[in-house]
């Protein structure tokens, strides 16, 4: 009888240990909050995103992942996201504006596109960059915008790490411009002297410079 009751006590204790503890890491690990308002400020929620994206949500693997900035560069360079996650970051209060009617409010951090530009020593003759998204999507900025808004592309929103319907693992936070340049899922970077490179939406005519509450269908 005292090694059956043993044997029961001993069950329950490994029973525990298998059951409880790998919840109690999970939580600590996953859980994440997500801020509402910041100064003062009310903020909108990643829940607020529509998603419209041309072939659905991706997931991306940090493991695998690599940033690449080629092109019109002295030093073409393929960041891995531990290495993207290592460098300075920078904070954003900025309105997105879609052309489908909706906008949100949030509160972006990540990585200064002037930062990593001066990594990979753009040549003279870049005039345009030109961004391209895991899933085939492609928009593009005038290198001037860029430099001169001192645009980011966002890791985290709201606090939060940028959840996959929002562009995980970074998103370009194309400030003042219309959704359609706010590409997701961004895998490559190219400078370029090709001011007349149309992206997904602009090859279907939506306006190219797609500046927010202009019409987008304006002039390209």
Aim: glycine share 8%.
């Amino acid at each position: 009888m005292r090694i059956h009751r043993w044997v029961q006590y001993t069950f329950w204790i490994l029973l525990a240990a298998i059951v409880v503890a790998p919840a109690a890491v999970s939580a600590s690990e996953t859980e994440q909050v997500e801020i509402t308002e910041y100064q003062g400020e009310k903020l909108g929620s990643v829940g607020n995103f529509r998603e419209n994206s041309i072939r659905g949500v991706q997931v991306v693997d940090p493991g695998s992942y690599r940033l690449v900035i080629d092109g019109l560069v002295g030093a073409p360079a393929a960041f891995t996201y531990p290495e993207l996650q290592s460098m300075p970051h920078t904070a954003k209060l900025v309105t997105i504006h879609c052309v489908e009617g909706w906008s949100v409010r949030a509160f972006w951090e990540g990585i200064s596109l002037v930062d990593l530009f001066a990594s990979v020593a753009p040549l003279a003759a870049a005039n345009t960059v030109i961004f391209h998204a895991v899933d085939g999507y492609t928009t593009s900025l005038p290198l001037e915008d860029v430099i001169g808004r001192n645009l980011i592309i966002a890791d985290r929103i709201n606090g939060l790490v940028l959840p996959a319907k929002n562009g995980f693992p970074f998103q370009l936070v194309a400030e003042d411009k219309w959704g359609y340049k706010w590409i997701k899922w961004v895998v490559r970077i190219e400078l370029s002297s090709d001011v007349s490179y149309r992206g997904y939406w602009e090859s279907r005519g939506f306006s190219d410079s797609a500046e927010a509450g202009s019409s987008m269908f304006g002039p390209r």
